[in-house]
Each structure stands twice: as structure tokens, then as C-alpha cells.
């Protein structure tokens, strides 16, 4: 899921107002620094996860989809892909890319083998999204074609505490990130309390992130895993609640992962994927919420 060191203030100063708005204009490459993977877990069966997607690097597809691989989604309708709004940020310039700088692999859960490449037509990023604080880190991708591929449900009910969640991703195995695979991985995580994610991470952990690991360790996500879903099962069916955001090194006694909390942006996501881009944004309505919101401006050393 993608792990960033510790920024200065000062390159961060204008990150709001880049991300507040809703369409995507930068067409320079970039490099995008793996930062999550799963950690303890094992290969998910094939076809366990249909809705779960890798995003590429357009600019690197000619060395193969594994290279390319840099963060991960879900396929929430049949345009419309949910992930993280860090993964579509330069980690080494702060920008955001360029809609065709992505290219999403579907239908697989294996980088070397199969799968349906789709183009995207459009980025869109939360008004509130701060790549300072990581707060509010949720991001759309609209793809150029209909998919025709299983969806995944996005569930508007919080997780309860001390339940079992599913994580999945193509991020690094090992805490060193010395491994990444080219099959998708899965392992199981429980909610902790929102007083026990303060305690670690003081006010960097806001009402909009949850977090779910092991005291002791040993099962996270981890490098290039961000974006990536976790699922609850609800009335039999598993459900996205969560998105892979940040957190402190991977798989660390003492650290969980934070995840974006979806149901306090349930609203936001079907206003969009309800929609084409024929058939409008609402970023206009949005915009005058997101030039009130103010910066936080501490340092933090995060982000899987």
C-alpha cells in the first residue's frame, strides 16, 4: 500500500491548491516512489479479487507490467476506479500527473500474466485532500471505456472495532522491501481503537483515517500496496470500507496502517461515479469548500 520521508514545509506550501482541482493538465513523466506492499501475508487465490486493480506507468509498460506497477484501486462501477490521492502525486516534485500518465490493469491478479489494460480519460482528488497531513486521501480515476469487469460495493457504515478486514496488493513482502511479487497477496488485519491509532500518531490521525495491524506486528501493507482496498464482509459479500493511505515503516511492532475512512466520503464517490465527464463534475460546487479548509503545516514521516 506508499511509505514517503519526512518533507519539508516548504515543498508542500502550494499542496492544496494543487489539489483542488479536478481535472489533470501535467503531461511530463514521473516517478512515483513505491512506498506499500503486503507484509505476512500469502498469494490470494486467482479470482478472489476481480474488482482489485494495478495502476501502471504508462511510461514504463514497455518494460513490463511488474516495473510499471506502482500503486493499486478498486473498479467501483464500470468507469470508475476509487484509490489514493497520493498515488496520483510526483513524489518527487509534489505535481500531479497527467491522466495519461496512468494506465490501469484489470481482470488479473498476476503482473506477468493476462489482464486488460484501460486508458483514463480523467483524475479527480477530493477538494479537502492534503498532501501534507494525508488527510482526506481519496482520488477517482474515470476510464475512457466501460469495463464490463465485477465491481466492488463501498460500504457508508464504519468497520467496528476488533473486526477482521481483508488487505490486498502487489506491494513489497518483507519490512526491508527487498521483495515484490508478481501475484496479488492478501492477509488479514483487525480495527483498533481510534484512542490506540491517536496514541501512536497524535493529531496526524484525523476523523477521516482509521487504522487496522498487530501490536506486535508482522502483517501490514506495505511499498506500492496505497490505493489498494480493505475489506469487511457485510450481509455475506465483501465491501470496500477503507483505503491503503500511510503509516510508519511496514509491519512494525507498535505501528498500524491508516487507512481513508470511505464512509465519510460515500456521498462524494457516488455523486462521480454516477456520472461521466459528458455528463458534467461537480468540482464547482466543491471548489469554495476547499479554499476554506486550512493547511496544516507539521512534518510527519509518512505514507505507504
Known sequence: ???KLLMKKSLWTLGLILATSSFVSAEAPFELKKETRIV????APRGAWPSTVALLQTSKLNQGNYKA????????????ILTAAHCVFDGSSAKRVSASS??????TSDLSYGGVKYDVRRIVVHPSYSPVTEDADIALLELKYDTGIRTIAVTDVDVAIGKTAMVVGWGAMSKDESYFPDKLHEVDVPIVTRSVCESVYGDEFTQNMFCAGY??????TCKADSGGPLMVIENGEYVQAGITSWGIGCAQQGYYGIYTRLSRYKGWIDAYKDTSSEGGSL???????????????KLKAVVK
Open 69 to 80: 506497477q506502482f500503486c493499486g484501486g478498486t473498479l467501483i462501477s464500470s468507469k470508475w
Open 215 to 220: 501490536e506486535s506486528g508482522g502483517k501490514d
Open 1 to 3: 500500500m506508499q511509505i
Open 102 to 107: 496512468i494506465t490501469v490493469l484489470l481482470d
Open 283 to 297: 468540482f464547482f460546487l466543491l471548489l469554495p469548500l476547499a479554499l476554506i479548509i486550512p493547511v496544516r503545516r
Open 40 to 43: 505476512g501475508g500469502t498469494k
